[in-house]
């Protein structure tokens, strides 16, 4: 049940600030919040976006196009001019590569799509560079994978051609979801994540996947819960995040089904090699869709980035503590921040 993203803004690049509250924003500051304010923009409109139509890559042609004309026409200062230029370069080479898809696949040349989704591969693990020098987090991603390109099928990039994610939220469309008193075939929600040690399995295409991990192995259910089986989705993402994919020592997932009324509800764990840092945990509530969230209280006294809509009919809730990050999603009207208590209760660790 998870990814992406509903619309409340992200207070970012506070160390920037001034420490002192009553301080004016600097102008580096307000640039910055502009140009993320674009990047959210966009990123909304694509994530409303059935990856499966056949308008989906005109769609996100559109969508990237108009982002990318907002930031051309923004003048960065001097001090993240040089940043910036390499970051809008990127986007308007993205922008290419998107209308050579959108062109390619009602055509049905196959040749030049596959060309251009791995070339649009390279250019989003590049584009991660100037965002993070930037610290324009809500930009990590905005581009989604090629997957959209395919009209539900894959295409693998040509021989000798890699072509690697390196955002973020490995998957950028809202999954399917059910109603409450509907149980999914194998599972309600499709939350990209990963492992420890990545299992690898090659399908019919021979592109890679990696899988997350079963939760339920290493994890006791809340009282009132019991793990169900579910189909972990390829998560291999997290493991190339520029941020976090290299601290990353434990990713699991697994979903609860309550013995009362039959509810789902998903969990994902994270284990980092080090405690989280600020700009880890901004990496981290975007990678589990809830970046546009804001911070509330669980009545257990847990301080949670919890983001309301994450996707249709779907409330994400996220939990970081030293070095172990917690996400738990269900539907909208549920009680997550409880379950998030209840959770935490059974497994302190």
């Known amino acids: 049940m998870k990814r992406l993203v509903a619309a409340a803004l992200t207070t970012l690049l506070l160390g920037a600030c001034s420490s002192s509250s009553t301080s004016a924003k600097q102008p580096e500051d307000e640039f910055l919040d502009?140009?993320?304010?674009?990047?959210?923009?966009?990123?909304?409109?694509i994530k409303k976006i059935d990856?499966?139509?056949?308008?989906?890559?005109?769609?996100?042609?559109?969508?990237v196009s108009d982002m990318s004309d907002t930031l051309d026409g923004l003048h960065a200062p001097t001090a993240l001019k040089a940043d910036y230029d390499t970051y809008t370069t990127n986007i308007d080479e993205q922008v290419v590569e998107l209308q050579k898809i959108s062109v390619a696949l009602p055509a049905g040349d196959t040749s030049a799509q596959q060309d251009a989704v791995a070339k649009l591969a390279t250019l989003r693990g590049s584009a991660d560079t100037s965002v993070n020098a930037l610290e324009i987090f809500s930009c990590l991603g905005v581009v989604p994978p090629g997957d959209f390109a395919t009209g539900g099928t894959t295409v693998t990039a040509p021989p000798d051609t890699v072509a690697v994610d390196t955002t973020s939220p490995?998957?950028?469309?809202?999954?399917?979801?059910?109603?409450?008193?509907?149980?999914?075939?194998?599972?309600?929600?499709?939350i990209p994540q990963p492992t420890d040690a990545p299992t690898t399995t090659i399908d019919t295409n021979t592109s890679t996947?990696?899988?997350p991990g079963d939760l339920s192995v290493d994890a006791t259910a809340p009282a009132g819960y019991t793990w169900v089986a579910y189909s972990p989705p390829d998560v291999s993402g997290l493991y190339t995040n520029p941020t976090i994919g290299k601290?990353?020592?434990?990713?699991?997932?697994?979903?609860?089904?309550?013995?009362?009324?039959?509810?789902?509800?998903?969990?994902?764990v994270v284990k980092l090699s080090s405690d989280f840092t600020d700009a880890d945990i901004k990496a981290y509530q975007f990678w589990e869709a809830v970046e546009n969230g804001t911070d509330v209280t669980t009545p257990g006294g847990l301080t949670v980035r919890q983001e309301l809509g994450a996707f249709a009919n779907t409330d994400c809730a996220v939990y970081t503590s030293a070095s172990r990050g917690v996400t738990i999603c269900t539907y909208t009207g549920y009680d997550g921040l409880s379950l998030m208590d209840a959770y935490i209760a059974a497994n302190p660790g």
């Open 209 to 211: 996947t990696v899988l």
């Open 51 to 63: 990856k499966t139509d056949s308008s989906a890559a005109a769609d996100v042609y559109s969508a």
């Open 247 to 268: 601290l990353v020592t434990y990713y699991s997932g697994a979903e609860l089904q309550s013995n009362t009324d039959g509810s789902t509800a998903t969990v994902y």
């Open 34 to 45: 502009t140009v993320e304010t674009a990047c959210r923009d966009a990123s909304t409109l």
């Open 170 to 190: 490995p998957e950028t469309f809202p999954p399917e979801t059910f109603p409450p008193d509907t149980v999914a075939p194998d599972t309600v929600f499709t």
